[in-house]
């Protein structure tokens, strides 16, 4: 059962990037999609950390510095996916930004003198090597052409390091406040970005539009909370190498979504270059979760 409930969760995680892609193309804007998505888990998430109380002491004060950059790295990543999406096949983005752990274990290599292990270090190339396919370098060099959008694979890097600067301030903040309360703090933080930056744009008119905000608030809460919870209770289970392992078939799983809804494609080298990313992702994945602490309970 926790094998299933994290599959769930990678397989909720690429059908809400999939259909996100299809309110894109109604019409709506990928930064209000970001906002709305920060909002609503803002509020679903903080009600119930705030209903269930303090449930632990945190370990060691975190300084406030930590807790908004974990906030702002929700944010960038958020509005950078939705932006990658919005101007590249799914699959794409969504590999593309599965780099986030490569990127991790480089931080913690170059920053924290940690040298990573001959097996991550072959994975991190790997996925080099396959985000270099994914863009069709071979065709580049060979054509000088480019096939994909520059910004759209720009926007996906962006997506890619958010998600690793999240990864590394989450690590920090989750010992002290527990997930619930942690993304509950994060996405408080975003939230408040978020009305900032719309206050200077005037109306929000996607989350106004009444053909699109049914849809706006399925995802909000599809794409965030439910998945977060399935992960949580099935990684308790199955434990961190296995949930790491099982959470690859998201870019599987959106790459299945965006051809039976999109009418997506991907070609030879595409496919092999997702094929060797994936591989990377598995390898590094699982080797940091074997060093790593016990997750956080629940609250």
């Not at 259909?19 to 990928?30: C, E, F, K, M, V």
């Not at 906002?35 to 950390?49: D, K, S, T």
Request: without cysteine; positive net charge; aromatic residues 10%.
């Amino acid at each position: 059962m926790g094998f299933l409930a994290v599959a769930a969760a990678a397989v909720l995680w690429a059908a809400s990037g999939t259909y996100a892609r299809t309110l894109i193309d109604r019409g709506a804007s990928p930064l209000q999609l970001a906002e709305a998505r920060a909002w609503i888990a803002f509020l679903v998430l903080g009600a119930y950390a705030w209903w269930r109380g303090p449930r632990r002491a945190g370990f060691g004060r975190i300084h406030p510095a930590v807790v908004v950059t974990f906030g702002l790295s929700i944010a960038a990543a958020n509005y950078f996916y939705y932006s990658a999406i919005a101007r590249l096949p799914l699959a794409v983005a969504i590999v593309i930004q599965y780099t986030a752990p490569a990127l991790v274990v480089l931080w913690l290599a170059v920053v924290e003198r940690r040298r990573p292990s001959a097996r991550v270090g072959g994975a991190s190339i790997a996925a080099i090597a396959g985000v270099a396919l994914l863009a069709r370098l071979p065709h580049v060099i060979a054509s000088g052409h480019l096939g994909l959008s520059a910004s759209g694979v720009a926007f996906a890097a962006g997506s890619a390091v958010a998600f690793a600067a999240y990864i590394l301030s989450g690590e920090r903040v989750v010992p002290a406040y527990g997930p619930f309360g942690s993304l509950a703090r994060g996405f408080g933080v975003a939230s408040v970005l978020w009305i900032v930056v719309q206050a200077t744009r005037g109306r929000p008119d996607t989350l106004l539009d009444g053909s699109l905000l049914p849809g706006v608030v399925l995802l909000g809460f599809s794409a965030t909370v439910v998945p977060f919870v399935l992960f949580v209770w099935g990684l308790q289970r199955i434990g961190a190498p296995r949930a790491a392992i099982a959470s690859s078939l998201e870019p599987l799983s959106a790459a299945v979504f965006a051809y039976v809804w999109l009418g997506q494609r991907l070609g030879g080298w595409q496919v092999g270059g997702a094929a060797l990313v994936l591989a990377a992702v598995v390898v590094v994945q699982t080797e940091r979760e074997e060093a790593a602490p016990v997750p956080a309970p629940l609250e």
